[in-house]
């Protein structure tokens, strides 16, 4: 076989793994959830779960990639032939989420350009869900498709399809040198120039002022992990690839921690950020905060575009968000697709360039419903039950694998060896207890919500088919994908 890709340099490694745990939701997702919970004193419970769960995890991830040197099927593989299924499994549920994913991204390219002369008017949300989305009464009355989406949709999956065919050093290690730096820097810039707002730092205070109060409500604290496992890319694959490609010598417990402390700083400066904003318009509006705070995509779309109506110099702040929204997305995009491609050279010895054009094509064909008046209800379930019940079990299934049946001792060993620092019984007791324990209790109270009460008051049917089927169907996909006999890989090789 082969010899296997490497990243040309440990920067340009922590740089494509941060890539991938940042994306949207670091932006919108991370300052609601600190605000509802606490703010200032939500950040005890979150590094806290960052020191428990986010880096030991990681660590572990980083360990079986770097130790078994394939994706995360040929990893599953090496833990027992039975169980490559739940590396597919994991594969799966990448490539559903790269497929709608996208569409998000779409709507940050188009907004960029609609930043420019603030397109979406005076009413940013009739804008978003009727001019732009062109919104229908239910998932399954489709609508046309909205070209503007489809052709945004159609540029990123190029921007992806190049980065994943020109190979790991030259394709993904590149631009995510572009990307991440870039990024940052247009974050900087952006909160620069937010923070001198009238009603800035009343919005920062909305975000930080602490409730310590909070601190004794468990569901903080189950939050607090949750937002921690969302937003670094843990548990469906992406992590076993990445770290695949690592020099045998790689220190992967330092690696590790930059990629989590650097994810998890970028979300407070998203917090800063999206405050100041928030701030700003409350101000200009009479409102208070907590009437103008929001999360997910209506946070990026609608309150946010209306805040820049309100604003001093709008051409400026909205291209720069909309720029810092989009490369966040295509960055995680790339890993996603890395991951899955990954796993079908590695299985079927397919050549990268022919494998990602498959993916892509398949993928970019998968997207186009998306691009429809239906796209968004379609989205909105699907990305419901990906995380709540897929992510979420895959990720519990993987660390109750690798913790209480494989043990540890063999990882710990093995990313001892070329580390700065070693991990011990702590490491071992936050991956057993901690991580098992909140993962468990929160896919279990997530499956019991959406038995107890329909999620969005959508009809069954459509639940049924969009949602509640993700977890089987992956599960029978992924039995046909493991039984299938690769004509060389390592089906053959191990």
Known sequence: MAQREQWGSRTGFVLAAVGSAIGLGNIWRFPYMAYENGGGAFLIPYIFALLTAGIPFMILEFGMGHKYRGSAPKVFRRLGSGR????????????????????????????????????????????????????????????????????????????????????????????????????????????????????????????????FSKLTD????????????????????????????????????????????????????????????????AHATGQAVSDVAGAGVGLAFITIPAAINTMPAPVFVGTLFFLCLTMAGVSSHISIVEAVSSSFIDKFGISRKRTATLVCGFGFLATVIFTTGGGLLILDIVDHFINNLCILGLALAE??????????????????????????????????????????????????????????????????????????????????LNKRQAAYGFAQND
């Open 84 to 211: 490559e299924f739940l590396g597919w499994m994991q594969v799966v549920v990448a490539l559903v989420i790269s497929i709608y994913y996208v569409a998000v991204i779409g709507w940050t390219i188009n907004y960029t350009g609609f930043a420019l002369n603030q397109a979406w008017g005076s009413d940013p949300k009739a804008f978003f869900f009727g001019d732009y989305l062109g919104l229908t009464g239910s998932p399954f009355e489709l609508g046309g498709i909205r070209w503007s989406i489809l052709g945004a949709c159609t540029l990123a999956w190029g921007v992806t399809w190049l980065a994943i065919t020109s190979g790991v050093r030259k394709g993904i290690e590149r631009a995510c040198k572009i990307l991440i730096p870039t990024l940052f820097l247009l974050v900087l810039v952006l909160i620069a120039r937010v923070v001198t707002l009238p009603g800035a730092m009343t919005g920062l205070d909305f975000l930080f002022r602490p409730d």
């Open 218 to 281: 468990f569901t903080v604290w189950a939050d607090a992990y949750g937002q921690i496992f969302f937003s670094l890319s843990i548990g469906f694959s992406i992590m076993l690839a990445y770290s695949s490609y690592l020099p045998k010598d790689a220190d992967i417990n330092n690696n590790a921690a930059m990629t989590v402390f650097i994810n998890c700083g970028f979300s407070l400066l998203a917090g800063v950020m999206i405050f100041s904003v928030l701030g700003n318009m």
């Open 399 to 480: 660390i109750l694998l690798m913790s209480w049946i494989v043990g540890l001792e063999d990882i710990q060993k093995h990313v001892n060896a070329s580390s700065d620092f070693s991990v011990g019984n702590a490491w071992k007791l936050c991956l057993k207890l901690v991580t098992v324990g909140v993962l468990g209790y929160s896919f279990v109270m997530n499956v019991v919500t959406d038995l107890g009460k329909p999620y969005g008051d959508y009809a069954t049917t459509d639940l049924v088919t969009l949602g509640w089927s993700l977890l089987p169907v992956a599960f029978v996909l992924s039995l046909a």
